[in-house]
């Protein structure tokens, strides 16, 4: 299946499901561990992946980023469906579930860890196993529920408080939540810094009792699929660079509006992209 001694030290370490995304179109690799691991290391840094996938897919990724995978008979698959009622979208499978001993020992002290779960497969408690890291969150996972019939809802998300005042920061998006401003006032006062992501009218952020807006560009919309997963990675990238939530959430708004005008896993943030947005922080 794969060794555990075998990998080199990395610097971003995302934990989550690859997924196969059902689409008009066909198929398609998905999850916010290949659009955070892409972005991450289109940022430069040394990426690792700790993921379960099945025999469906096989992750066509960067191959400068290392992948441990264990092993499931079915990859997590979801599919939107466009109904009356709007877009519902249902989990036809569900990979393994994510803990400490997958990963690496050579991978236990990056400088960033990014805890990505997209159907509550990833161990909350890890949030606790990397005393020196930065441990960014995107909860969205952790927040959902199934039906008996594979429709995902919102659901409660019992560990919220305890994983929050862990984590060095968190995304997450309105549609995450529901639109339900009171449970976003809740999870930003366990939060050191909150981020939610609003689609085209760009991001706010809570830090330190205030809260700031910031505005996306006006961007032709091709594709919106893994724009938050952009966002995150950017966003943990460089409030890890600079220690400033208010310049993260600028760079990330801009980065992730500019994902938006191309499809898939096209949308990674080009290397010309990158260095218009970033600007220098004294």
Known sequence: MYQLSRYEPVDYLVIGHLTQDITPEGTRLGG??????????AMGLRVGVVTS???????????????????????TTFENV???????????????????????????????????????????????????????????????TVSEKGRVDSGEWPESTFVLQKAGAAVISIE????????????ASSSRILAVTEAGEGSRVYWHGDVRRFRAPETKLVDDTGAGDIFAAAFFVRLFVTRDPWEAARFATQLSAYSVSRSGLQSIPLAEEIEATTVEVF
Not at 53 to 73: F, M, Q, T
Not at 82 to 96: D, K, L, M, N, W
Not at 176 to 187: F, H, M, P, R, S
Request: without cysteine.
């Open 32 to 41: 916010t561990a290949a659009y955070a691991a892409l972005t991450a290391q």
């Open 82 to 144: 466009t109904t009356s009622e709007g877009r519902i979208q249902f989990v036809h499978y569900r990979a393994s579930d994510l803990s400490l001993n997958l990963i690496p020992d050579s991978w236990r002290n990056p400088a960033i860890v990014h805890l990505g779960p997209v159907m509550q497969e990833v161990d909350p408690t890890l949030v606790r196993n990397f005393p020196s890291a930065f441990i960014g969150i995107t909860p969205q996972g952790w927040l959902r």
């Open 176 to 187: 995450d939540v529901g639109g339900n401003e009171d449970k976003i006032e809740d999870l």
């Open 53 to 75: 996938w099945g025999s469906e897919i096989a992750p066509d990724l960067d191959p400068r980023i290392s992948i441990v995978n264990y092993s499931a008979e079915h990859s």
